[in-house]
Every structure is written in C-alpha cells, then in structure tokens.
C-alpha cells in the first residue's frame, strides 16, 4: 500500500546526558573552579592565545600544550540582547538577558558569556570589562557568573 502524502508529527525531546569536556577543557575548568583562574593554551607555531582553550591550533593544527595565565579583564567584542525563550532546559536563564563576546588580555579569541550590572544602552563595543566570578562554583563555565562593564573611577 502507497502512502498518498508523507505526514510528520512535530515534536521536541529533552535528553538528559553527562559528557568528558575533554583534558584541556577539565583542566581549563578546574582553575577556573578552585582558583578563578582564567587560563588559555598558546600556540608555539603562530603565537596565538586561545580562550576558551583549545588543544590544538586551528590555523596551524600544533598541538597546543602551553597554558597561559590571562587576567579576568577584556574587551567587549560584540553584543546581543536575548528575549526569545527556546526552554527553560536548553537555556541558562530565562531571558530577557544579554550575551556579549568577551576577549580577554592577552588572548586571540572571544568567550561568548553573560553580560551583568549593566543595560543594553550602556554596552559599547570595546569597552572595558571585567568577571564576576561566583561564590560557590561547580566545575562549569558558569563558574564565571557574568562579565561587568570597568567603571571609570570619578
Ligand atoms: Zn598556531
């Protein structure tokens, strides 16, 4: 027997799972967890710092086996507001939030996180910003609660 249309029923699945992040991002985590610790891997071949860290070059494919102390402070690449709720299980938070991408000194490359202690209409590309580290850290990027923009001292 033919089938005269192809029909589809739409839905959504959840699927619960727990996942190795890998050595460098284990490592990577761990610093951050007990030692807010921002580290990112450097590149022997091209002198690229990568935050978050990765294990191998992606310009050069060197293994990347040089960890790099960066500060906590960095500059705000680009920014978005989020308002669209996708799920509560597949977002952090419930928006309205905002995300930015962060480039810390020293590094090469951007962390996309959460935006805190500040508005849509205050962040500028460029400028100044800083993280906020939890008080009780799990072992996740959200260790880091969010970055904040650096005041300028009066
Ligand atoms: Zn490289």
Known sequence: MKTREPLQVLGRLYVPYANWVGETTSQFLCELRDKRRL?????SECGKVFMPPRSVCPTCLASLETWVDLP?????????SVHYSFGREYQPMDPPYLLGIIRLDG??????HFLGETSFEE???GMKVEAVFKENRE????????FRPIKAAS
Do not use: F, W
């Open 39 to 43: 580290r990112g891997t450097g590149c």
């Open 72 to 80: 906590t402070t960095g500059l705000l690449m680009t920014y978005t």
């Open 107 to 112: 590094a090469d490359t951007g962390l996309c």
């Open 123 to 125: 962040l500028r590309v």
């Open 139 to 146: 072992g996740n990027i959200l260790d880091i609660a969010y």
